[in-house]
């Protein structure tokens, strides 16, 4: 769900990007402004939309953590911290088993 709503994100930013840029062209086009202005609006425009989508990341992200959090689960970087854990007792446990069968 979290994927398909960040494509639509950024199907919409894309579309809005192309609207700016063609309505940019036209002001050029019509000489209301001069290519370098265009650029300038354009560059400006995806600068903004840039820093509000990472905006929006963050904000998803710890909204994200937070229903993790409610819900009892764990992140992926503590159950592999855990399963490394699991990993060494098991061979600690083995190494104890063949050593009680050497005795």
């Known amino acids: 769900m979290i994927d398909k709503l960040a494509s639509l994100g950024m199907k919409m930013l894309n579309e809005a990007g192309d609207k700016v840029k063609k309505s940019v062209d036209d002001l050029v086009e019509k000489r209301r402004i001069s290519r370098e202005e265009g650029n300038s609006i354009f560059d400006d425009f995806k600068r903004f939309t840039s820093d509000k989508a990472k905006d929006a990341e963050k904000l998803i992200e710890q909204i994200v953590n937070r229903i993790i959090e409610k819900m009892g ?26 050593e009680r069968k050497g005795l």
């Open 73 to 98: 689960y764990e992140h992926a970087d503590e159950v592999e911290k855990l399963r490394r854990r699991i990993s060494i007792l098991e061979k600690l446990y083995k190494m104890k088993q063949e």
